[in-house]
């Protein structure tokens, strides 16, 4: 059976790395881990099977007392995130980026930037409007979004206009581990990774 592979961790910043032949590649760096399981889910008792894993570290003042409950005597994590996982694993048991070696495919996941309220040019991509014969201040307006004979009048469902843009989740396949550094505990990945520096990323292998 494969074995599932899976970390947490926050995005550190970009870089590039050269590989053997001499070519750079783009890279993200991101502080991972170490992962203590807090909770093993069983298809007995929870219909289902996964193990919890907590990250990070907060003050025990900033959990609420179910929380407290749940994670005692174990390090009061800063988040708790649920991976499907093969092998038996017991609660209080610690998982390290050793997992993980260079050439490995990896999925990652995060929260994406937030760009606030954007226009359908940055959001969307539109052209806008000619930059002549007088045009004034209409050149990154929408143009006619179609009117009384499509929907009854209405906009229809879909319509890609102005609205709020980032702070999604979003995912990105076929990423490879290039470097892991157990003593620093950080994982350089190639490409680019959602978010912001310090944004919690999920990574798991493909």
Same mark, same amino acid.
Do not use: C, W
């Given at each position: 059976?494969?074995?599932?592979?899976?970390? @947490?961790?926050? +995005?550190?910043?970009?870089?590039? %790395?050269?590989?053997?032949?001499?070519?750079?590649?783009?890279?993200?760096?991101?502080? &991972?881990?170490?992962?203590?399981?807090?909770? !093993?889910?069983?298809?007995?008792? /929870?219909?289902?099977?996964?193990?919890?894993?907590?990250?990070? $570290?907060?003050?025990?003042? *900033?959990?609420? +007392?179910?929380?407290?409950?749940?994670?005692?005597?174990?390090?009061?994590?800063?988040?708790?995130?649920? =991976?499907? #996982?093969?092998?038996?694993? $017991?609660?209080?048991?610690?998982? /390290?980026?050793?997992? =993980?070696?260079?050439? #490995?495919? !990896?999925? %990652?996941? &995060?929260?994406?930037?937030? +760009?606030? =309220?954007?226009?359908?040019? +940055? *959001?969307?991509?539109?052209?806008?409007?000619?930059?002549?014969?007088?045009?004034?201040?209409?050149?990154?307006?929408?143009?006619?979004?179609?009117?009384?004979? *499509?929907?009854?009048?209405? !906009?229809?469902?879909?319509?890609?206009? &102005?609205?709020?843009?980032?702070?999604?989740?979003?995912? !990105?396949?076929? @990423?490879? %581990?290039?470097?892991?550094?157990? $003593?620093?505990?950080?994982? %350089?990945?190639?490409?680019?990774?959602?978010?912001?520096?310090?944004?919690?990323? $999920?990574?798991?292998? &493909?």
């Amino acid at each position: 059976m494969k074995t599932n592979k899976y970390m @947490l961790g926050t +995005k550190e910043k970009m870089t590039q %790395v050269f590989d053997e032949g001499g070519v750079a590649h783009a890279a993200t760096v991101i502080s &991972a881990g170490p992962l203590t399981v807090t909770q !093993v889910r069983t298809d007995e008792r /929870d219909g289902y099977e996964a193990v919890q894993v907590g990250f990070g $570290e907060r003050r025990e003042t *900033r959990l609420s +007392k179910p929380v407290r409950g749940h994670l005692k005597d174990l390090p009061n994590a800063r988040y708790l995130r649920e =991976f499907k #996982d093969s092998e038996a694993r $017991e609660r209080g048991q610690t998982i /390290d980026i050793s997992i =993980f070696s260079p050439g #490995d495919e !990896v999925t %990652v996941s &995060a929260v994406s930037k937030g +760009k606030g =309220f954007q226009g359908v040019v +940055k *959001r969307h991509g539109f052209a806008g409007g000619p930059r002549s014969h007088g045009q004034k201040d209409k050149e990154r307006s929408p143009g006619s979004i179609g009117g009384g004979g *499509r929907a009854g009048g209405r !906009v229809v469902k879909g319509m890609r206009m &102005a609205g709020r843009m980032g702070g999604e989740r979003v995912t !990105v396949k076929n @990423l490879r %581990v290039l470097q892991v550094d157990p $003593e620093s505990r950080t994982l %350089v990945i190639s490409g680019a990774v959602p978010g912001r520096r310090g944004t919690l990323v $999920e990574i798991r292998s &493909a």
